[in-house]
Every structure is written in structure tokens, then in C-alpha cells.
């Protein structure tokens, strides 16, 4: 039995109006263990010492004590979404024959490719991308591995002209600063992958706190990145030799530059008219300028 299930095992000593509150706590652990005592008040439609009541018949001294215990489920809930598996079955990839074996990874990636785009939703991508053009500034947050990904799409959303910035999560220090500067008109994109970070939970909390836009790119629907708010996009990563195989994600980060090019219209024609310019200059051969001189 987890944490909240324990505390809220004899539920014959809370009153009916108690167990209103318990149920609404249950029900959303990962929202109450962010919320603050008046929030919560406000959401069930109970008083402040009503809940604190119900913390005291349930064994809890505070409402920090509750949510104590509501991050520690959470944490519980995130590592038995993320078991620690690094490789796919052993006889997936028991095959001696090396052409065959080359096919069947080749199967494994365009299986992802193709599962990802079929489950495209062209409104939804092309409101991100207008989202992301009127935002003041992206913020991109990644862990691990995947953080590779999240310096590329900084990449290809500065070149459109968006100004983006990625983040390492564990960088504690900057991640913070990103965090602290956020304003309801910036855009945060995550990315999350197995093994799933927990501190992500932390950071969509916040961001929901904040106001804040979301988009995901995860691999799965049961990632704790992949919440109501956010506007999540699946990019299937198993394969046979690694469990995060990201031939998806980097397509889909295309995709979604390319909707942002077709969504800027002339504006985009001007870009690539500039960087043209920029580097007909920056790659002029000078010694060629001085020849033209004499």
C-alpha cells in the first residue's frame, strides 16, 4: 500500500465533509502537492479549518505535512512509470544474420517515424506554432540525453526568429533563473523521456502555477510531463538496441519548424534573404576583395 492509500485507510473516522476533501486529494495528488491551503480551500469548496481538521484525523500535524506525503506518492508514482530497463528483450535482438538484423532495427525506426506521424494533429501542431511565434521567449527544458534535442530546437526556433534558450533539468542554478523569469506570455516546451526525471513533475507544477503554455514531447501518455495543460505530442522512442532511440523526435522537431516557416508566411522569405546576406559576408574570401581592388 503507497503513502496516500495509508493515510487515508480508515476513512470511518472523517466526517461526510472530510471525506469530500480526501476524495478530492486522491483524486489529484500531483496538483494539491503544489497548491496552497487557500488554493485547496477554494477548489473543494471547504474552509481552510475544515481541511486542517481533516489533516489532524488522519494523523497529519499540517497542511505541509499533507503535502509531504503527496510528493513522496508522486515520486512513488513516477518510478514505477519509469522502470529501470536500458534495453529491449534479449531475444529481439538474438538474431545472427546481420542483413536481417539490420532490417528489423531499420523496421524499429520507421515504425516510431510513422506512428508519430500518424497521430499528428494538425490543428493542434499548427496552434503551437503560433503560439510560439507571439511568445516573448521559449524556454525549453530537457534531462539527459534528450537535452541534445532541446539544444537543436533552440536552434531551429532562434533561426525563425523566435527567441529560445534550452535548459539542462539539474541544472539547478539556471533552470531556477529560467524558471523565476517566466511570464504568461513565454512558452515552455518539455521534452521527457525514460528514465523520467522527477524534478519535471516539480517544473510543470510550476508552470502551471505561473500561467504558462506548455507543449510536450514525450513517448508516452502515462509520462508525468504529459498533462491536460500542455499540449503533448508522442514521439515513440523503444528500439531494439536503446530504449530511447529519438529518429522521431529530431522528425518531429522538423515538422514543427516547418509549421512555424509556413505560419510566418513572407516573414520567412526575409529570413532566409538575411542569413544569405549575413553569410555571403561573414564567408567572403577577402584576398578575393583585395585582387577586385588592385
Known sequence: ?????????????LTNKQCAIADYIMSAPDE?????????????????????????AVGLESFVELK?????????????AAP??????????????????????????????QEMMNGLDHEKLFAC??????????????????????????????FLRIKSRSYK????????????????????????????????????NFCRYRGVRMMTITDSN?????????????????????????AATASFINILSSCIAHSLGARFDEILSQEREVGSFIFTDTNDEKKGSV
Open 169 to 204: 533539468i539539474g541544472d539547478s542554478d539556471s533552470v531556477q533563473t529560467a524558471l523565476a523569469r517566466l511570464g504568461k506570455r513565454d512558452y515552455v516546451i518539455l521534452l521527457s523521456f525514460p528514465p523520467y526525471h522527477q524534478p519535471i513533475v516539480n517544473l510543470v
Open 32 to 56: 494539491v502537492a503544489y497548491m496552497t491551503l487557500r488554493e485547496l480551500s477554494q477548489r473543494v469548496g471547504a474552509s481552510e479549518v475544515s481541511i486542517l481538521r481533516m489533516c489532524h
Open 1 to 13: 500500500m503507497g503513502a496516500l492509500e495509508e493515510l487515508f485507510e480508515n476513512r470511518d473516522k
Open 222 to 246: 502515462e509520462s508525468p510531463a504529459a498533462v491536460e495543460d500542455s499540449s503533448v505530442f508522442l514521439c515513440r522512442t523503444s528500439a531494439r538496441y536503446y530504449y530511447n532511440s529519438q
Open 68 to 80: 509531504k506525503v503527496l510528493r513522496q506518492h508522486n515520486s512513488q508514482q513516477l518510478r514505477r
Open 84 to 113: 529501470p530497463v536500458f534495453l529491449s528483450r534479449e531475444e529481439d535482438r538474438n538474431l545472427n544474420d546481420r542483413e536481417v538484423m539490420l532490417s528489423a532495427v531499420c523496421q524499429d525506426e520507421l515504425h516510431n517515424l
Open 129 to 158: 506554432a503560433q503560439g510560439l511565434l507571439e511568445a516573448d521567449e521559449v524556454a525549453v527544458f530537457a534531462h539527459d540525453a534528450s537535452f541534445l534535442f532541446a539544444e537543436y530546437l533552440a536552434y531551429r526556433l532562434n
